[in-house]
Every structure is written in C-alpha cells, then in structure tokens.
C-alpha cells in the first residue's frame, strides 16, 4: 500500500505561479511512476504530469508542456508539481498518483494509489 497527501493548493491570479507537493509513504521502493492529475467540475480527470523513478524520465501533455515541471525528491518521497504561469483554464483539483513498473501511462485506470486532492483555483 501506498499513502498519498498533496498540498500546496490556493486561490492565484492568472500569471502567477504554484507549486504543489505530494508527500508518499508506505511501499513507495521499486521501480515506478509518480503523476499528477487534475479534475475539473464536470469534466474527466486529466493526465498533467509523471515522473519515473529510478531515471527520473518525465512525460507531460501538450496541454502544459513548458509551463509545469515535475520532479521528486527520493530522500524525501516528495513529489512537486511547479506550475507557471496559471491560466483560469488550469482551475481544478489537482491529484496525485502512484503506480509500480516503468510505463507512462495517462489514463488512471492505470494508476493504482491516489491522494485525496488539492484545489487550485487561477482567476482571471
């Protein structure tokens, strides 16, 4: 089993920038993928961010390529989504995720352990 917690969440303008952390524990050893996803009301739960460990390999959609940065810290089991420049459109609650082996996968079927979410709110 893994636990998830995200934090880091708020209420930005438009323009400015966030970073949100998500904090592992329990069998967080092995080869596997950490991600981010977001869900806004009344939409599907979107693929944002993951990231490999070992290797540290990241995969992003074209949706925010350039403007958010994944990363993790092992010695910690952290890991951080920076994200910059927010637009309205990123407004959502943001998840993170957990799954064993090496793939990238965006849909999360395949993600097995979830955090409980953390609300981004950008106005404009």
């Known amino acids: 089993q893994v636990q998830l917690v995200e934090s880091g969440g708020g209420l930005v303008q438009a323009g400015v920038s966030l970073r949100l952390s998500c904090t592992a524990s329990g069998r967080t050893f092995g080869t596997n993928v950490m991600a981010w996803f977001r869900q806004a009301p009344g939409n599907e739960r979107e693929f944002v961010a993951a990231?490999?460990?070992?290797?540290?390999?990241?995969y992003y959609p074209n949706s925010v390529k350039g403007r958010f940065t994944i990363s993790r810290d092992n010695a910690k089991n952290t890991v951080d989504l920076q994200m910059n420049s927010l637009k309205p459109e990123d407004t959502a609650v943001y998840f993170c995720a957990s799954r064993q082996g090496s793939q990238f996968y965006t849909s999360r079927s395949q993600y097995a352990y979830w955090g409980q979410g953390t609300q981004v709110t950008v106005s404009s």
């Open positions: 990231i490999r460990w070992p290797g540290a390999s990241t």
